[in-house]
DNA sequence: ATCGTTACGGTTGAA
DNA sequence: GGTTCAACCGTAACG
């Protein structure tokens, strides 16, 4: 593919009079070059004159090579893996815009195709941890002052053993109400109450 | 004269 | 087969 770029005259010449492809790594044996004129004692400055490569390109990859000891460029292009599709993401933040209120692990048991609403997208084998939804309602919700806040008020955690006298499925979710002023869920607002609960941070 | 840094215009490739 | 988009590219220019 390099050599079509170049066939294709995609060659451009530099100030130096060097040629180089834009937006493409250098070729390996000019990479390989420099750092061995470098290892000879030659300085950036005559390497890049003798190579005809800018210097600013000449000092990266010796900086990269002093760092990482690889002649290689960086990975180019791809995508970080995804926790959840874009579909599955949306989804998540539109039950949460429905019911700002709703525990993840509610949100979990929605998608999900199976069960009484059957009106979910995922599988059992690809539906998002809860963990993972809280994450993205995070994420998706980053309201200036929220990064600093966090954990301070209404933080999602998940919870095993009893909530209020009331045994919960393991994994479930509960909100930490730690200012004492309650929150809206389902049209009431929760009130704070003397609760003792359990919770084992994984 | 040298060299660290970065805006710019560009390409790539997994999701 | 096409689109998205955050990763990386080298050059040119500034300090």
Redesign the pocket.
């Known amino acids: 593919?390099e050599q079509e770029?170049l066939m294709k005259g995609?060659g451009?010449v530099?100030?130096?009079g060097?040629v180089?492809?834009?937006?493409?790594?250098?070729p390996n044996h000019i990479?390989l070059k420099i750092v061995e004129l470098a290892a000879q004692g030659v300085?950036?400055?005559?390497i890049?004159r003798q190579l005809?490569?800018?210097?600013?390109?000449v000092?990266?990859?010796?900086?990269?090579y002093q760092e990482t000891g690889s002649i290689r460029?960086?990975?180019?292009?791809?995508?970080?893996?995804?926790v959840a599709?874009p579909d599955v993401e949306g989804r998540i933040e539109e039950y949460k815009r429905e019911n700002p209120g709703v525990f993840s692990w509610e949100i979990r048991d929605r998608l999900l195709k199976v069960g009484p609403l059957h009106e979910g997208v995922c599988e059992r084998s690809t539906v998002p941890s809860v963990s993972s939804i809280s994450r993205v309602l995070r994420s998706s919700r980053p309201s200036s002052d929220q990064q600093a806040r966090s954990g301070s008020d209404g933080e999602e955690v998940s919870v095993d053993g009893e909530v209020d006298g009331v045994t919960r499925g393991v994994g479930g979710s509960a909100i930490l109400d730690v200012d004492g002023m309650g929150h809206e869920r389902e049209g009431k607002t929760t009130t704070p109450t003397k609760v003792t609960i359990h919770i084992f941070f994984h």
Do not use: D, E, W
């Not at 300085?43 to 005559?46: N, Q, S």
């Not at 000092?59 to 990269?64: A, E, F, G, T």
């Open positions: 593919m770029a995609q451009r530099n100030q130096l060097g180089f492809i834009n937006g493409r790594p250098l990479r300085r950036p400055c005559v890049s005809r490569v800018s210097h600013g390109c000092s990266k990859i010796l900086q990269r460029p960086g990975v180019i292009g791809g995508s970080k893996p995804r599709t």
